[in-house]
């Protein structure tokens, strides 16, 4: 088990940009494949992104690629989620995961408290 903390969200016009953040307690935080889920207002929560532990293999849900760029730093126990060209429907509350696996997809028993991100139009 591992503790999560999200920082970053806040609000936003569309085609600005936020970075995410989430710091992880713990020794072995560089085992842990790291993810990003979101959940807008009444929808289920959906998956946005994940890296491995050595930050080689990296995943994204077809429509955040080329505008959300998901990376680790292990020295530091930080995963970031760097957010570019927001739009409107990317308003949601954002939720830090670790431990997840990416096929099939299934997310891992660690979770932020979570951090909004809202786009205005």
């Known amino acids: 088990q591992v503790t999560l903390v999200e920082s970053g969200g806040g609000l936003v016009q569309a085609g600005g940009s936020l970075r995410l953040s989430c710091a992880a307690s713990g020794r072995t935080f560089r085992s842990y494949v790291m993810g990003w889920f979101r959940q807008a207002p009444g929808k289920v929560s959906e998956f946005v992104a994940a890296i491995d532990g050595s930050g080689s293999r990296i995943y994204y849900v077809d429509f955040v690629k080329g505008r959300l760029t998901i990376a680790r730093e292990n020295a530091k126990n930080t995963v970031y989620l760097q957010m570019n060209s927001l739009k409107t429907e990317d308003t949601a509350v954002y939720y830090c995961?670790?431990?997840?696996?990416?096929?099939?997809?299934?997310?891992?028993?660690?979770w932020g408290q979570g951090t909004q991100v809202t786009v205005s139009s």
């Open positions: 995961n670790a431990g997840l696996t990416i096929t099939p997809m299934r997310s891992g028993s660690s």
